[in-house]
């Protein structure tokens, strides 16, 4: 047994309401850079869809993840090392600009400037590539609330996939509609395939938490990892030829405090935990064969923190208490490995991904309530699982590589949730049978409802802080001295530094750790005054 920890993610989609607030702060505090322009490290996609950058699932296309070679060892989809040294300076595998869209603004100083006419000016849209003016064709939301489904609907990789298994599953017509919000961000995996992919050794897990990083002075723009990665959510910052992604605030992680697109999500439907896991079976359950076992291969590799044997490990290994006692408050470790509820995005990709996604319960309850039956009756709940609105195969191939078994049980232990704590709130006598039915006690309902519906801040980020002499090695690493964006006409330099607006050599001095502190002190109090 070798523990690690890892700092992960969970998202309950039955409370995403698409509002994206969580993709313009991301975007505010990391990409409001040049050459970042097209980059959301954070975004949210309406599903069925074709997602961003457009078709990403395709792996055939994209080459993206592992597979495994004939002898059962696993390889990059890409190629091996002489694949990548053949085309090292010409890629054919990556996402072009339209593929992506191409960013624009709006010529807003036409509409004051204009010289006097008959006609009313107008603010056209402009490249923020070149300049010049531009036809706008696609976005990073274009598939939003369902925009264009007749049109683009067919060509979500998830909706053929399922047609091939249940040909009048999935349809487009209005009345049998359905759709999901699906936020994505980098997955943080444990067995990332872009970190394989990079030549120069640029991209790295971090031992002490599992994030993943790009280090800045090692990159050399050759975009093997834009390719690797199946999520696609490595990109290229043309301005500087760096490859750049989400490094789940990694600054605010040290500190205890959530990534951003946490702190600021409407819904609260994030939760930031550690997780303890087996590194020496990583590349064991990554190697099953069947897709299909990847989900319960992945569940194998977590530990229990609350095994005397497991702590002792970790002690031994040199993770500290703290992050032990946090590992055993995850609220991630609950919905993953105690409630069972959490499914990982594309297991299939064999990347052993580190966000996961409680899958959306609500279009059942709607679906039942419009036909006039009692929408969270277990009975009926239980029974229209299977005629969801949104097929459990398509949530299947998002989540499962295709297996309905787990998906079903989620939702079943959600539904049975929910018909539980409605008995509870009007006064009821609760039927014991329905927990029984998911094997849940009535005391584990009541738990999950709690952490689901009502947690409090401290119980849906139990993040442990860097020991201080990690903190203050990993700010110091992150010295503008020691970037290599602040080169001359770099955003580095005159005002656009690596960590947004602003964060260059020029205008920001070093932001001390007891600053973190401070900021986490004025967001966690329940007294203004206190802060």
Same mark, same amino acid.
């Not at 067919?154 to 359905?178: G, H, I, N, S, Y």
């Not at 203050?472 to 330099?493: F, I, K, Q």
């Not at 001095?509 to 109090?525: A, C, G, M, W």
């Given at each position: ?75 990059? %989809? ?56 531009? %036809? ?36 487009? !017509? ?34 002490? =938490? ?111 208490? =703290? ?46 309530? !419009? ?59 609760? =039927? ?10 009535? !005391? !584990? ?60 050599? %020029? ?25």
């Amino acid at each position: 047994m070798r523990p690690m920890a890892q700092i992960a993610m969970v998202m309950n989609l039955d409370k995403c309401i698409g509002c994206h607030t969580c993709s313009v702060t991301c975007k505010q505090a990391w990409t409001n850079r040049r050459g970042m322009e097209y980059v959301w490290f954070n975004n949210v996609e309406t599903r069925p869809g074709q997602g961003y950058p457009r078709r990403y699932e395709d792996q055939e296309h994209w080459r993206g993840g592992w597979e495994l070679n004939r002898r059962g060892a696993l390889r990059l %989809k890409a190629g091996g090392r002489l694949r990548k040294l053949a085309g090292i300076f010409s890629n054919p595998k990556l996402p072009e600009i339209k593929d992506y869209y191409e960013p624009w603004t709006y010529d807003y100083k036409n509409l004051t400037d204009a010289p006097l006419g008959d006609d009313y000016p107008v603010a056209r849209p402009v490249s923020q590539l070149d300049g010049k003016p531009m %036809k706008i064709e696609w976005s990073s939301n274009w598939d939003d609330n369902l925009a264009g489904a007749p049109a683009y609907g067919d060509l979500d990789p998830m909706v053929e996939r399922t047609r091939q298994q249940a040909a009048d599953k999935v349809r487009f !017509e209005f009345e049998q509609t359905f759709m999901f919000y699906l936020p994505r961000i980098c997955e943080h995996c444990l067995n990332p395939s872009c970190v394989a992919s990079c030549p120069s050794g640029a991209m790295y897990k971090r031992a002490e =938490d599992g994030i993943v990083l790009v280090d800045q002075d090692g990159c050399r723009g050759w975009r093997m990892c834009v390719t690797g990665c199946p999520y696609k959510k490595v990109y290229f910052n043309h301005r500087t030829g760096k490859a750049e992604k989400c490094t789940l605030c990694y600054p605010r992680i040290e500190v205890g405090l959530p990534t951003v697109c946490s702190e600021t999500c409407v819904g609260r439907l994030r939760y930031l935990g550690v997780i303890l896991y087996d590194a020496d079976k990583v590349t064991a359950a990554a190697s099953v064969k069947d897709d299909k076992a990847l989900y319960e291969a992945q569940l194998g590799v977590f530990l229990d923190p609350e095994d005397p044997e497991v702590r002792r490990a970790a002690e031994n290994a040199g993770i500290p208490y =703290d992050w032990l006692e946090a590992a055993r408050r995850s609220p991630v470790h609950a919905l993953i490995s105690k409630y069972r509820v959490a499914l990982p995005l594309h297991p299939e990709y064999r990347t052993m991904p580190m966000v996961w996604y409680i899958p959306p319960l609500s279009p059942v309850v709607d679906a039942l309530s !419009e036909t006039g039956h009692d929408g969270e009756d277990a009975a009926n709940l239980f029974g229209a699982i299977d005629t969801l609105r949104i097929p459990l195969e398509y949530l299947a191939e998002v989540f499962t590589a295709g297996d309905v078994a787990p998906v079903r049980a989620s939702l079943e232990r959600l539904a049975a949730m929910r018909s539980h704590m409605r008995a509870l709130n009007l006064g009821e006598e609760p =039927d014991l049978s329905v927990p029984a039915a998911v094997g849940m006690t009535p !005391e !584990e309902i009541e738990r999950m409802y709690r952490l689901l519906a009502i947690a409090k801040y401290e119980d849906r980020y139990v993040i442990p802080t860097a020991a201080v002499g990690d903190a203050r090695r990993l700010e110091e690493s992150a010295l503008p001295a020691d970037c290599s964006l602040d080169y001359e006409g770099g955003p580095g330099m005159g005002g656009d530094g690596p960590f947004g607006q602003d964060s260059g050599r %020029k205008l920001l001095p070093l932001v001390s750790v007891e600053n973190f502190h401070l900021l986490r002190r004025r967001q966690t109090t329940d007294d203004a005054e206190e802060t």
